[in-house]
């Protein structure tokens, strides 16, 4: 099966601050990749979204960096807010469509 | 814009009883998912549809079934609930190669 795994599973930040979230990943062949956001609660959301010929992909706040060399992912949020305290996870994706998840990782925002 | 509909948001069982969890989108999406969430951890696939008509084994796959009833709805079903199906069930549907879109999720206990 894939494995998508994650370095950390709590990052607490302080308010203002950058926040970075990591993801390995282990199946060479996967070329999609996807942060989602999930509230306490909720489904996940959409956050961003990069494919294999790109390594670096900007949002509003955001920017994701895939690093195909080493299997790495990672979620970089700029002045982080306490409405970004949440589990980010990433997802990967490979040709047949299948998107598999890693076990999340928590942020808490401190004010 | 209703996206992704999951019903019911609550249900409790007894080991044993059966129930059909039902997801409809109105994305005119081809492609759906059933994924389960345990506590603590991140999505796990259960089933996958490419398109109407076809559906796919993903990670955990035992104990369930599933029906793409048409191309809006794709129903899971549990035929013989046990404690271990105990879990938050999320539907999620796409198109091809873009990113997955999520219900809100259907929290199921069994006693």
């Known amino acids: 099966g894939e494995s998508v795994g994650l370095h950390l599973p709590t990052l607490s930040v302080q308010e203002g601050d950058n926040s970075i979230i990591n993801c390995a990943y282990s199946n060479s062949a996967s070329d999609y990749f996807i942060w989602y956001k999930q509230e306490s609660g909720k489904g996940p959301q959409f956050i961003i979204d990069?494919?294999?010929?790109?390594d670096k992909r900007q949002g509003q706040r955001v920017t994701v960096l895939l690093n195909k060399t080493v299997k790495h992912l990672s979620l970089q949020i700029a002045a982080t807010q306490p409405g970004d305290s949440a589990v980010y996870f990433c997802?990967?994706?490979?040709?047949?469509?299948?998107?598999?998840f890693g076990s999340g990782t928590k942020l808490n925002v401190k004010p | 814009n209703a996206g992704v509909t999951q019903t019911p948001k609550f249900q409790v069982l007894k080991t044993g009883q059966s129930m059909t969890l039902q997801c409809a989108q109105d994305m005119n999406h081809n492609s759906m998912y059933w994924y389960r969430q345990d506590p603590g951890m991140g999505l796990r696939l259960i089933y996958y549809s490419a398109s109407e008509g076809t559906t796919d084994k993903g990670e955990v796959p035992n104990g369930y079934n599933v029906s793409r009833l048409n191309k809006r709805e794709f129903s899971l079903r549990l035929e013989s609930a046990a404690p271990s199906q105990t879990s938050v069930y999320f539907c999620?549907?796409?198109?091809?190669?873009?990113?997955?879109?999520f219900g809100q999720g259907t929290r199921l206990t069994v006693v």
């Open positions: 997802a990967e994706n490979n040709n047949f469509n299948k998107f598999y």
């Open positions: 990069i494919r294999s010929n790109m």
């Open positions: 999620a549907s796409s198109t091809a190669n873009t990113e997955a879109f």
